[in-house]
DNA sequence: GGATGTATGTTGACGGTGTCAAGATATAGC
DNA sequence: GCTATATCTTGACACCGTCAACATACATCC
Protein backbone atom coordinates (compact mmCIF):
# COMPACT_ATOMS: atom_id res chain seq x y z
CA UNK A 1 0.00 0.00 0.00
CA UNK A 2 1.05 3.27 -0.58
CA UNK A 3 0.79 4.11 3.37
CA UNK A 4 3.40 1.97 4.30
CA UNK A 5 5.91 3.79 4.80
CA UNK A 6 4.63 6.19 7.55
CA UNK A 7 3.42 2.91 9.81
CA UNK A 8 6.31 4.28 12.34
CA UNK A 9 6.05 7.91 12.70
CA UNK A 10 10.11 8.50 12.90
CA UNK A 11 10.12 11.73 15.67
CA UNK A 12 6.84 10.66 17.58
CA UNK A 13 8.38 11.48 20.87
CA UNK A 14 9.49 15.31 19.36
CA UNK A 15 6.08 15.68 17.58
CA UNK A 16 4.52 14.87 20.61
CA UNK A 17 5.90 17.40 22.93
CA UNK A 18 5.52 20.25 20.48
CA UNK A 19 1.93 19.64 19.09
CA UNK A 20 1.01 19.29 23.63
CA UNK A 21 2.54 22.90 23.94
CA UNK A 22 0.36 24.08 21.15
CA UNK A 23 -2.34 22.66 22.62
CA UNK A 24 -1.77 23.78 25.83
CA UNK A 25 -1.26 27.40 24.60
CA UNK A 26 -4.29 27.00 23.07
CA UNK A 27 -6.64 25.52 25.79
CA UNK A 28 -4.55 24.80 28.97
CA UNK A 29 -3.52 21.80 30.58
CA UNK A 30 -6.96 20.76 31.25
CA UNK A 31 -7.34 21.11 27.89
CA UNK A 32 -4.68 18.40 26.63
CA UNK A 33 -5.54 14.95 26.59
CA UNK A 34 -3.86 11.80 25.43
CA UNK A 35 -6.47 10.66 23.11
CA UNK A 36 -6.97 14.51 21.52
CA UNK A 37 -3.14 14.31 20.92
CA UNK A 38 -2.80 11.25 19.63
CA UNK A 39 -5.36 12.74 16.80
CA UNK A 40 -4.05 15.49 15.82
CA UNK A 41 -1.01 13.84 15.12
CA UNK A 42 -3.07 11.29 13.21
CA UNK A 43 -1.51 8.15 15.28
CA UNK A 44 -3.50 5.35 17.09
CA UNK A 45 -4.83 6.49 21.11
CA UNK A 46 -1.93 4.40 22.74
CA UNK A 47 1.02 5.00 20.24
CA UNK A 48 2.30 7.96 23.02
CA UNK A 49 2.68 5.20 25.33
CA UNK A 50 5.53 4.03 24.32
CA UNK A 51 7.47 7.53 24.33
CA UNK A 52 6.02 8.50 28.10
CA UNK A 53 4.82 6.22 30.81
CA UNK A 54 1.86 8.14 31.29
CA UNK A 55 0.14 11.03 30.82
CA UNK A 56 2.16 12.55 34.01
CA UNK A 57 5.85 12.47 32.27
CA UNK A 58 4.52 13.69 29.15
CA UNK A 59 3.87 16.93 31.42
CA UNK A 60 6.75 16.51 33.51
CA UNK A 61 8.86 16.81 30.29
CA UNK A 62 7.02 19.55 28.71
CA UNK A 63 7.48 21.41 32.06
CA UNK A 64 10.71 20.25 32.07
CA UNK A 65 11.27 22.36 28.59
CA UNK A 66 9.52 25.69 30.32
CA UNK A 67 12.35 25.65 33.51
CA UNK A 68 14.90 25.12 30.73
CA UNK A 69 13.38 28.44 28.48
CA UNK A 70 13.46 30.15 32.05
CA UNK A 71 16.61 29.19 33.51
CA UNK A 72 17.99 31.09 29.93
CA UNK A 73 16.76 34.40 30.96
CA UNK A 74 17.56 33.71 34.75
CA UNK A 75 21.19 33.12 34.02
CA UNK A 76 20.98 36.62 31.91
CA UNK A 77 20.54 38.19 35.33
CA UNK A 78 22.16 36.23 37.19
CA UNK A 79 25.21 36.65 35.10
CA UNK A 80 25.05 40.85 35.65
CA UNK A 81 26.73 42.00 38.54
CA UNK A 82 24.12 44.55 39.69
CA UNK A 83 25.37 48.01 40.95
CA UNK A 84 21.79 49.33 42.02
CA UNK A 85 19.89 46.66 43.58
CA UNK A 86 16.32 48.21 42.71
CA UNK A 87 17.02 48.78 38.85
CA UNK A 88 18.63 45.01 39.10
CA UNK A 89 15.55 43.64 40.79
CA UNK A 90 12.94 45.71 39.15
CA UNK A 91 14.18 44.36 35.65
CA UNK A 92 14.11 40.92 37.03
CA UNK A 93 10.67 41.17 38.31
CA UNK A 94 9.31 42.66 35.37
CA UNK A 95 10.96 39.91 33.35
CA UNK A 96 9.60 37.33 35.63
CA UNK A 97 6.17 38.85 34.88
CA UNK A 98 6.59 39.41 31.46
CA UNK A 99 7.73 35.20 31.36
CA UNK A 100 4.57 33.93 33.86
CA UNK A 101 2.06 36.28 31.35
CA UNK A 102 3.18 35.45 27.90
CA UNK A 103 3.34 31.71 28.49
CA UNK A 104 0.41 31.72 31.00
CA UNK A 105 0.02 28.39 30.35
CA UNK A 106 3.34 27.06 30.54
CA UNK A 107 4.06 28.51 33.67
CA UNK A 108 0.79 27.25 35.29
CA UNK A 109 2.15 24.04 34.33
CA UNK A 110 5.29 23.96 35.61
CA UNK A 111 4.04 25.20 38.60
CA UNK A 112 0.59 23.61 38.97
CA UNK A 113 -1.04 20.98 40.68
CA UNK A 114 -1.10 18.75 38.06
CA UNK A 115 2.52 17.85 38.09
CA UNK A 116 3.24 18.83 42.29
CA UNK A 117 0.23 17.69 44.09
CA UNK A 118 -1.63 15.65 41.89
CA UNK A 119 1.00 13.72 39.92
CA UNK A 120 4.36 13.41 40.88
CA UNK A 121 6.85 15.22 39.95
CA UNK A 122 10.00 14.07 37.76
CA UNK A 123 13.43 13.66 39.21
CA UNK A 124 14.89 15.08 36.42
CA UNK A 125 12.33 17.55 36.94
CA UNK A 126 12.74 18.80 40.66
CA UNK A 127 16.03 18.44 39.92
CA UNK A 128 15.64 21.40 37.35
CA UNK A 129 13.11 23.20 39.07
CA UNK A 130 15.42 23.07 42.52
CA UNK A 131 18.29 24.24 40.41
CA UNK A 132 16.51 27.62 39.10
CA UNK A 133 15.39 28.16 42.62
CA UNK A 134 19.14 27.55 44.23
CA UNK A 135 20.93 29.69 41.63
CA UNK A 136 18.76 32.36 42.79
CA UNK A 137 19.36 31.93 46.18
CA UNK A 138 23.25 31.91 45.49
CA UNK A 139 22.25 35.44 43.86
CA UNK A 140 20.88 36.82 46.70
CA UNK A 141 23.78 35.66 49.12
CA UNK A 142 26.33 36.94 46.67
CA UNK A 143 24.35 40.36 46.81
CA UNK A 144 24.40 40.45 50.59
CA UNK A 145 28.13 39.67 50.62
CA UNK A 146 28.69 42.62 48.29
CA UNK A 147 26.67 44.91 50.62
CA UNK A 148 24.10 45.21 48.07
CA UNK A 149 21.24 43.80 50.14
CA UNK A 150 21.31 43.98 54.22
CA UNK A 151 22.59 40.54 55.89
CA UNK A 152 20.18 40.63 58.50
CA UNK A 153 18.11 38.06 57.16
CA UNK A 154 19.51 34.86 55.17
CA UNK A 155 19.51 34.60 51.57
CA UNK A 156 17.32 31.88 51.57
CA UNK A 157 13.95 32.93 53.31
CA UNK A 158 14.66 36.25 51.16
CA UNK A 159 14.85 34.67 48.17
CA UNK A 160 12.03 32.56 48.90
CA UNK A 161 9.82 35.47 50.02
CA UNK A 162 10.92 37.56 47.02
CA UNK A 163 10.04 34.77 44.64
CA UNK A 164 6.71 34.00 46.97
CA UNK A 165 5.47 37.93 46.14
CA UNK A 166 6.18 37.17 42.35
CA UNK A 167 4.75 34.04 42.22
CA UNK A 168 1.93 35.11 44.30
CA UNK A 169 0.87 38.22 42.05
CA UNK A 170 1.08 35.78 38.67
CA UNK A 171 -0.76 33.31 40.02
CA UNK A 172 -3.45 35.91 40.61
CA UNK A 173 -3.39 37.28 37.48
CA UNK A 174 -3.05 34.16 35.18
CA UNK A 175 -5.75 32.91 37.12
CA UNK A 176 -7.85 35.82 36.78
CA UNK A 177 -8.44 36.61 40.40
CA UNK A 178 -8.41 40.74 41.02
CA UNK A 179 -5.43 41.99 39.18
CA UNK A 180 -5.50 42.93 35.82
CA UNK A 181 -2.40 42.86 33.33
CA UNK A 182 -2.38 46.76 32.99
CA UNK A 183 -1.29 47.26 36.88
CA UNK A 184 1.67 44.93 36.27
CA UNK A 185 4.12 47.58 35.92
CA UNK A 186 3.12 49.30 38.67
CA UNK A 187 2.92 46.06 41.00
CA UNK A 188 6.66 45.71 40.28
CA UNK A 189 7.65 48.90 41.34
CA UNK A 190 5.84 48.44 44.23
CA UNK A 191 7.24 45.21 45.00
CA UNK A 192 10.79 46.84 44.21
CA UNK A 193 10.02 49.04 46.51
CA UNK A 194 9.00 47.00 49.55
CA UNK A 195 12.15 44.69 49.01
CA UNK A 196 14.54 47.08 48.67
CA UNK A 197 14.00 49.64 51.12
CA UNK A 198 15.37 48.13 54.00
CA UNK A 199 18.71 47.31 52.83
CA UNK B 1 -42.09 -1.21 50.58
CA UNK B 2 -40.15 -0.14 53.54
CA UNK B 3 -38.08 1.94 51.65
CA UNK B 4 -40.37 4.42 49.81
CA UNK B 5 -40.39 7.45 52.55
CA UNK B 6 -36.88 8.43 51.50
CA UNK B 7 -37.54 8.75 47.89
CA UNK B 8 -37.04 12.36 48.83
CA UNK B 9 -34.43 12.87 50.62
CA UNK B 10 -35.08 15.89 52.92
CA UNK B 11 -32.25 17.97 52.69
CA UNK B 12 -29.83 17.04 50.16
CA UNK B 13 -28.58 19.99 48.79
CA UNK B 14 -27.18 20.85 52.22
CA UNK B 15 -26.00 16.97 52.63
CA UNK B 16 -24.15 17.45 49.03
CA UNK B 17 -22.41 20.27 50.33
CA UNK B 18 -20.63 19.27 53.58
CA UNK B 19 -20.21 15.64 51.83
CA UNK B 20 -18.44 17.10 48.82
CA UNK B 21 -16.46 19.05 51.41
CA UNK B 22 -15.56 15.82 53.33
CA UNK B 23 -14.05 14.49 49.92
CA UNK B 24 -12.47 17.73 49.02
CA UNK B 25 -10.55 17.74 52.47
CA UNK B 26 -9.56 14.04 52.17
CA UNK B 27 -8.73 13.86 48.13
CA UNK B 28 -8.43 17.63 46.67
CA UNK B 29 -10.49 18.85 44.25
CA UNK B 30 -9.55 16.14 41.41
CA UNK B 31 -10.67 13.83 43.89
CA UNK B 32 -14.32 15.06 44.01
CA UNK B 33 -16.60 13.60 40.87
CA UNK B 34 -20.77 14.21 40.76
CA UNK B 35 -21.29 10.63 40.34
CA UNK B 36 -19.07 9.77 43.26
CA UNK B 37 -20.56 12.44 45.70
CA UNK B 38 -23.72 11.01 44.86
CA UNK B 39 -23.01 7.69 45.28
CA UNK B 40 -22.05 8.16 48.83
CA UNK B 41 -24.98 9.81 49.73
CA UNK B 42 -27.16 6.42 48.11
CA UNK B 43 -28.26 8.68 45.81
CA UNK B 44 -28.50 8.40 41.57
CA UNK B 45 -26.14 9.45 39.74
CA UNK B 46 -28.13 12.50 38.44
CA UNK B 47 -29.87 13.79 41.57
CA UNK B 48 -27.21 16.10 42.07
CA UNK B 49 -27.99 18.04 39.30
CA UNK B 50 -31.35 19.05 40.56
CA UNK B 51 -29.64 21.42 43.19
CA UNK B 52 -26.61 22.55 40.90
CA UNK B 53 -27.10 23.51 37.47
CA UNK B 54 -23.33 21.50 36.87
CA UNK B 55 -20.11 20.80 39.11
CA UNK B 56 -18.80 24.34 38.70
CA UNK B 57 -21.75 25.68 40.49
CA UNK B 58 -21.12 22.81 43.43
CA UNK B 59 -17.49 23.97 43.83
CA UNK B 60 -18.30 27.43 43.84
CA UNK B 61 -20.85 27.18 46.54
CA UNK B 62 -18.05 24.95 48.69
CA UNK B 63 -15.72 27.92 47.91
CA UNK B 64 -18.29 30.20 48.93
CA UNK B 65 -17.97 28.93 52.47
CA UNK B 66 -14.72 29.46 53.04
CA UNK B 67 -14.55 32.97 52.00
CA UNK B 68 -17.81 33.39 54.54
CA UNK B 69 -15.18 31.49 57.13
CA UNK B 70 -11.94 33.08 56.30
CA UNK B 71 -13.91 36.70 56.45
CA UNK B 72 -14.94 35.30 59.86
CA UNK B 73 -11.12 35.45 60.97
CA UNK B 74 -10.67 38.40 58.74
CA UNK B 75 -12.79 40.86 60.37
CA UNK B 76 -11.67 39.71 63.71
CA UNK B 77 -8.21 41.50 62.19
CA UNK B 78 -10.13 44.26 60.49
CA UNK B 79 -11.68 45.72 63.43
CA UNK B 80 -8.83 45.56 65.70
CA UNK B 81 -6.68 49.56 65.81
CA UNK B 82 -3.16 47.84 65.70
CA UNK B 83 -0.65 50.24 67.62
CA UNK B 84 2.29 48.52 66.34
CA UNK B 85 1.91 47.25 62.28
CA UNK B 86 4.71 45.16 62.66
CA UNK B 87 2.97 42.95 65.81
CA UNK B 88 0.13 43.61 63.30
CA UNK B 89 0.91 42.29 60.18
CA UNK B 90 3.01 39.39 61.79
CA UNK B 91 -0.28 37.64 63.80
CA UNK B 92 -1.72 38.98 60.25
CA UNK B 93 0.28 36.63 58.21
CA UNK B 94 0.29 34.04 60.50
CA UNK B 95 -3.14 33.79 60.73
CA UNK B 96 -3.62 33.63 56.70
CA UNK B 97 -1.22 31.18 56.85
CA UNK B 98 -2.86 28.72 59.34
CA UNK B 99 -6.05 28.97 57.25
CA UNK B 100 -4.51 28.20 54.09
CA UNK B 101 -2.27 25.80 55.26
CA UNK B 102 -4.89 23.82 57.62
CA UNK B 103 -7.50 23.95 55.08
CA UNK B 104 -5.05 23.50 52.39
CA UNK B 105 -7.79 21.66 49.85
CA UNK B 106 -10.24 24.29 50.61
CA UNK B 107 -7.78 27.20 49.82
CA UNK B 108 -6.80 25.72 46.55
CA UNK B 109 -10.27 25.78 45.63
CA UNK B 110 -11.15 29.18 46.88
CA UNK B 111 -8.37 30.57 44.45
CA UNK B 112 -7.76 27.78 42.14
CA UNK B 113 -7.80 27.36 38.42
CA UNK B 114 -10.82 24.97 38.57
CA UNK B 115 -13.48 27.78 39.83
CA UNK B 116 -11.72 31.07 38.54
CA UNK B 117 -10.01 29.65 34.85
CA UNK B 118 -11.47 26.52 34.04
CA UNK B 119 -14.91 27.18 35.07
CA UNK B 120 -16.87 30.43 35.65
CA UNK B 121 -16.79 31.94 39.26
CA UNK B 122 -20.56 32.53 40.13
CA UNK B 123 -21.77 35.95 40.13
CA UNK B 124 -22.34 35.35 44.42
CA UNK B 125 -18.98 33.92 44.61
CA UNK B 126 -17.00 36.95 43.13
CA UNK B 127 -18.97 39.40 44.57
CA UNK B 128 -17.59 37.60 48.27
CA UNK B 129 -13.64 37.30 47.23
CA UNK B 130 -13.95 41.00 46.17
CA UNK B 131 -15.66 41.95 49.36
CA UNK B 132 -13.03 40.37 51.25
CA UNK B 133 -9.98 41.84 49.61
CA UNK B 134 -11.36 45.12 49.53
CA UNK B 135 -11.67 45.16 53.14
CA UNK B 136 -8.25 43.87 53.27
CA UNK B 137 -7.52 47.73 50.87
CA UNK B 138 -9.67 49.94 52.92
CA UNK B 139 -7.57 48.69 56.51
CA UNK B 140 -4.30 49.09 54.58
CA UNK B 141 -5.86 52.73 53.67
CA UNK B 142 -6.93 53.24 57.27
CA UNK B 143 -3.31 52.32 58.46
CA UNK B 144 -2.10 55.06 56.20
CA UNK B 145 -4.19 57.70 57.24
CA UNK B 146 -3.31 57.09 60.71
CA UNK B 147 0.22 56.99 59.73
CA UNK B 148 1.09 53.43 60.82
CA UNK B 149 1.99 52.79 57.00
CA UNK B 150 3.94 54.94 54.82
CA UNK B 151 1.22 56.95 52.08
CA UNK B 152 4.07 57.07 49.30
CA UNK B 153 2.21 53.69 47.96
CA UNK B 154 -1.46 53.55 47.19
CA UNK B 155 -3.21 51.34 49.40
CA UNK B 156 -4.51 48.99 46.69
CA UNK B 157 -1.01 48.82 44.91
CA UNK B 158 0.62 47.46 48.84
CA UNK B 159 -3.26 45.73 49.32
CA UNK B 160 -2.12 43.93 46.19
CA UNK B 161 1.52 42.98 46.85
CA UNK B 162 1.28 42.06 50.46
CA UNK B 163 -1.57 39.42 49.88
CA UNK B 164 0.08 38.23 46.66
CA UNK B 165 3.33 37.61 48.76
CA UNK B 166 1.12 35.70 51.18
CA UNK B 167 -1.05 34.11 48.46
CA UNK B 168 2.51 32.39 46.62
CA UNK B 169 3.88 31.07 49.63
CA UNK B 170 0.79 29.44 50.74
CA UNK B 171 1.24 27.72 46.77
CA UNK B 172 4.32 27.25 47.50
CA UNK B 173 3.77 24.99 50.69
CA UNK B 174 0.11 23.68 49.28
CA UNK B 175 1.81 22.61 45.86
CA UNK B 176 4.77 20.78 47.44
CA UNK B 177 7.30 22.58 45.75
CA UNK B 178 10.23 23.91 47.29
CA UNK B 179 8.84 24.76 50.90
CA UNK B 180 8.31 23.05 54.09
CA UNK B 181 5.81 23.94 57.16
CA UNK B 182 8.87 24.16 59.57
CA UNK B 183 10.03 27.57 57.90
CA UNK B 184 6.78 29.01 57.82
CA UNK B 185 6.99 31.16 61.00
CA UNK B 186 10.10 32.59 59.25
CA UNK B 187 8.53 33.01 56.07
CA UNK B 188 6.15 35.15 57.98
CA UNK B 189 8.51 36.95 59.91
CA UNK B 190 10.64 37.88 56.73
CA UNK B 191 8.12 39.04 54.88
CA UNK B 192 6.93 41.09 57.82
CA UNK B 193 10.59 43.35 58.13
CA UNK B 194 9.92 43.29 54.91
CA UNK B 195 6.80 44.93 54.33
CA UNK B 196 7.15 47.55 57.27
CA UNK B 197 10.76 48.50 56.74
CA UNK B 198 10.02 50.90 54.62
CA UNK B 199 7.60 52.96 56.68
C1' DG C 1 20.24 -13.20 3.26
C1' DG C 2 17.19 -15.21 6.50
C1' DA C 3 16.07 -15.77 11.45
C1' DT C 4 15.43 -13.39 15.64
C1' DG C 5 14.71 -9.66 18.88
C1' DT C 6 13.23 -5.07 19.88
C1' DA C 7 11.06 -0.75 19.08
C1' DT C 8 7.04 1.07 17.67
C1' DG C 9 2.56 1.01 15.99
C1' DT C 10 -2.51 -0.90 16.10
C1' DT C 11 -7.34 -2.40 17.79
C1' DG C 12 -10.24 -3.88 21.66
C1' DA C 13 -11.66 -3.46 26.16
C1' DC C 14 -12.52 -1.76 31.07
C1' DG C 15 -13.83 1.48 34.28
C1' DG C 16 -14.17 6.17 35.11
C1' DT C 17 -16.08 11.02 34.19
C1' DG C 18 -19.89 15.13 33.29
C1' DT C 19 -24.38 15.76 31.83
C1' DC C 20 -28.56 15.62 28.79
C1' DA C 21 -33.34 13.52 27.87
C1' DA C 22 -37.23 11.11 29.28
C1' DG C 23 -39.85 8.93 32.59
C1' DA C 24 -41.33 7.97 37.58
C1' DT C 25 -42.81 9.59 42.08
C1' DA C 26 -43.81 12.42 45.89
C1' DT C 27 -45.29 16.83 47.69
C1' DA C 28 -47.92 21.46 47.45
C1' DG C 29 -51.63 24.41 46.07
C1' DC C 30 -56.10 25.13 44.35
C1' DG D 1 -59.19 15.17 44.39
C1' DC D 2 -56.75 17.18 40.44
C1' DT D 3 -53.00 19.38 38.76
C1' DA D 4 -48.54 21.65 38.82
C1' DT D 5 -44.03 21.43 40.51
C1' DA D 6 -40.04 19.69 42.77
C1' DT D 7 -37.32 15.89 43.14
C1' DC D 8 -35.34 11.45 42.00
C1' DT D 9 -34.50 7.52 38.63
C1' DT D 10 -32.74 4.95 34.55
C1' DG D 11 -30.70 5.18 29.98
C1' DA D 12 -27.68 7.11 26.89
C1' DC D 13 -23.72 9.73 24.77
C1' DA D 14 -19.24 11.34 24.36
C1' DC D 15 -15.29 11.88 26.41
C1' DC D 16 -11.09 10.35 29.29
C1' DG D 17 -6.54 7.31 30.92
C1' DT D 18 -4.56 3.09 30.31
C1' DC D 19 -3.92 -2.04 30.11
C1' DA D 20 -3.56 -6.39 27.18
C1' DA D 21 -2.94 -8.56 22.99
C1' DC D 22 -1.59 -8.37 18.46
C1' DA D 23 0.84 -6.41 14.06
C1' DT D 24 4.48 -4.32 11.71
C1' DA D 25 8.93 -2.41 10.70
C1' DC D 26 13.64 -2.04 11.60
C1' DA D 27 18.35 -3.66 13.67
C1' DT D 28 21.42 -7.30 14.55
C1' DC D 29 23.79 -11.50 14.24
C1' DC D 30 24.87 -16.01 12.21
Redesign the interface.
Known amino acids: MAGKSNYHHGDLRQELLTEAQVVIAEK ?1 V ?1 GLSMRGLADRLEVSRTAPYHHFKDKNELLCAIAEDGFRRWQVTLNSFLNQTPESIEVWFESFARAYLDFATESAEHY ?1 LM ?3 PI ?3 GKPTESLKQL ?2 DA ?1 QSYVDFVHQCQHQGLISE ?2 SSL ?2 A ?2 S ?10 I ?6 DRD ?1 VK ?2 CK ?2 V ?3 T ?2 E
Chains 1, 2 share one sequence.
Do not use: P
Not at 163 to 172: I, Q, S
Not at 174 to 179: E, F, P, S, T
Open positions: GEDFGRWKQSYFDQRLQVWGTLHGLCRFNDGIYLSDMSSKLFAC
